[in-house]
């Protein structure tokens, strides 16, 4: 077999170099959140919050929050018929302001059973009503602390 030349053998080690890169970067979305708790306005004249429990949780500050409420009841009327009834609020706080919604949607209230720690939660609001909840699960977020 023919050995390579340096020319040859710089250019095979950055090809590989650069697939590894790739491959890394393909593993998973990161969270490119501003800040601990990022609060935006939307192009609709609504609000943008994006934050994680576990990140504001590890913070050296105090100013930054985030949480999610819900409670469901049932409640079975004379007729014997069951009248459910949900209430979510949501809240997030960061140095520039703070924000509260809520939504009697069961959709967004399904949409925070089993948060974990490394969840990035997106919240949509529009005046004081959560329109919309997203909730990012990735294995590409930021390493955890030793």
Do not use: W
């Not at 819900?70 to 069951?82: D, K, P, S």
């Not at 939660?121 to 602390?145: F, N, P």
């Amino acid at each position: 077999m023919k050995a390579l030349s340096n020319g040859r053998r710089a250019r095979l080690v950055s090809a590989a170099m650069l697939i590894g890169f790739v491959s890394a970067a393909g593993a998973g979305p990161r969270y490119n959140v501003p800040g601990v708790v990022s609060i935006t306005v939307d192009g609709n004249g609504g609000l943008v919050v994006q934050g994680t429990l576990g990140e504001v949780r590890n913070s050296s500050g105090s100013v930054h929050s985030i949480s999610c409420s819900q409670t469901r009841g049932e409640v079975i009327n004379a007729n014997g018929q069951i009248s459910r009834s949900t209430m979510v609020i949501c809240q997030a706080r960061n140095t520039e302001r703070a924000v509260i919604c809520v939504s009697s949607s069961e959709a967004i209230a399904n949409a925070l059973n089993g948060v974990s720690n490394d969840a990035l939660l997106e919240l949509h609001i529009l005046g004081s009503s959560c329109q919309d909840i997203i909730v990012y699960e990735s294995s590409g977020t930021i390493r955890k602390a030793a």
